[in-house]
């Protein structure tokens, strides 16, 4: 028992494919085992029917003869014979226990037969006959009472199938032979085939051990066959996929951000050297100074701010309160403090429907801004700056539309990639900014199932409208 237990255990600590090759093997000798079970008692079977089915047949025979001699006194007693199938010896007894007809006297003799009978025959045999078991032979025997002249015989069938029990041992060893045959196939398939079947999964621990963050570009050869093996190496292969976009994104996020942090990092400390120096005599110096780090150190903290919001979003840790709003009170709202910080632009609220939305009061309010301070930083002095919220069924339409320096149509789809700034080089516009806010804002209006619409024109404004959906209860 404990040698048993200590195989089972390591079986279960082994290697898939082994596992696989000693289940396959398991149950093909099993199958293999329980045909030859079935093949070895139905030839058995057969044996001993063949030779009940002689005997009764001979008995049947034997009784019709018996039936008609005692209708025609002249027939002759020795065609007693001609009934007999092959195979099968009659020996027939009278009263007094002698035999006085015998078709094969090397039979074995009545005594020795009753000495060797079966006790306990298979269970398909006969019931009104005996089972004799020899040394190298079996031995049926059937008896049948027969009356004449007021005397009664006793007339014994015998069968042997000492002939088939030879084949029935051959067969034996034949099976034997396959058994072993197949014991070393099912091994041998067993094998090949675990070996075939997880290919994939070898596969795929050689290039996840290959990958590296920097080299991740390793992928798993996909079968053109549709299993499950296939599915897992195309989910691999997705997975990897996404892994090193987003690895490529966080690279590129640290970089940019890096980049960004420099800059005011290095006017902060240009200008912290230049008040050691000469700030404590000089007052322009001194004023200068203070004005240009309290300036970048305003955008540090926003900067700082916006990436903070990013990482929490990347990890689904910003925290969102939906409820209801009615959007046309926080448009208003934006809409007049706006007109109270802004005074170098003309900014017009045309319509503001009312219209009830789910949604992140916050948020909202932020994504909102976004826009609007975006249209403020890339239209110049004097120019104008529209509100346009109409609602249209089951969503409200919020157009925010400026006369700024426009984007091009090849930069569209990039305003909203994180730390990209349009170039306004061309323009007279100072552009102030860390590349972040509409990339902060396409994340709110994803969480808000919002659809964002950018249309704009180089040189001719920029126009970015939202559709907003209405709260269902409303």
Not at 62 to 87: C, F, H, W, Y
């Amino acid at each position: 028992m404990h040698f048993i237990n200590k195989l089972l255990k390591r079986i279960h600590y082994s290697q898939i494919s082994t596992k696989i090759t000693l289940t396959f093997a398991v149950f093909f000798i099993a199958l293999l085992a329980l045909s030859n079970v079935f093949a070895w008692y139905g030839v058995y079977y057969a044996l001993y029917q063949q030779a009940e089915n002689t005997i009764l047949y001979s008995m049947k025979n034997t009784k019709k003869l018996l039936e008609e001699i005692e209708q025609d006194v002249n027939l002759d007693v020795n065609s007693v014979r001609d009934p007999l199938v092959a195979g099968v010896v009659l020996r027939v007894i009278n009263s007094n226990g002698e035999i006085f007809i015998d078709t094969d006297p090397h039979y074995p003799s009545v005594k020795l037969f009753n000495d060797c009978i079966i006790k306990n025959p298979p269970f398909w045999a006969n019931d009104d006959m005996e089972v004799a078991e020899f040394k190298n032979a079996i031995v049926y025997r059937a008896k049948m009472n027969f009356t004449h002249d007021g005397e009664t015989v006793e007339l014994q069938f015998f069968r042997t199938i000492t002939a088939q029990m030879g084949f029935f041992e051959q067969l034996k060893n034949i099976l034997l032979v396959i058994d072993f045959i197949g014991l070393i196939l099912a091994v041998g398939t067993g094998y090949i085939v675990s070996r075939k079947i997880l290919y994939p999964i070898r596969t795929m621990t050689k290039t996840a051990q290959n990958i590296a963050i920097e080299n991740m570009s390793s992928r798993i050869d996909v079968n053109p066959a549709n299993d499950e093996l296939t599915d897992l190496a195309r989910t691999f292969n997705n997975m990897l996929d996404r892994l090193q976009v987003g690895i490529q994104q966080q690279q590129r996020f640290v970089s940019d951000a890096s980049h960004e942090l420099r800059t005011p990092v290095t006017v902060i400390r240009g200008y912290s050297d230049l008040l050691t120096r000469w700030g404590a005599s000089d007052p322009k110096i001194l004023k200068e100074s203070i004005d240009a780090i309290n300036s970048e150190s305003e955008n540090m903290q926003q900067l700082i701010e916006q990436l903070l919001f990013l990482a929490r979003s990347d990890q689904n840790r910003q925290p969102m309160k939906m409820e209801e709003l009615e959007l046309s009170d926080i448009v208003a709202d934006i809409f007049r403090k706006m007109q109270q910080v802004v005074h170098t632009h003309e900014i017009e609220l045309l319509n503001n429907d009312k219209a009830v939305i789910f949604a992140d009061k916050v948020t909202i309010r932020q994504m909102i801004r976004i826009f609007l301070d975006n249209a403020v930083k890339y239209t110049p002095k004097g120019g104008s700056i529209t509100i346009n919220s109409v609602r249209n069924g089951d969503h409200i339409k919020l157009d925010v539309i400026d006369t700024g320096i426009g984007i091009a149509p090849e930069n569209q789809e990039k305003v909203f990639d994180r730390f990209y700034r349009v170039n306004a080089s061309h323009s007279k516009q100072e552009v102030n900014g860390t590349g972040l806010g509409l990339s902060i804002a396409k994340w709110i209006a994803e969480q808000h199932n919002i659809k964002i619409k950018l249309q704009s024109k180089l040189g001719a404004g920029t126009t970015i409208s939202v559709n907003i959906p209405i709260h269902k209860n409303h």
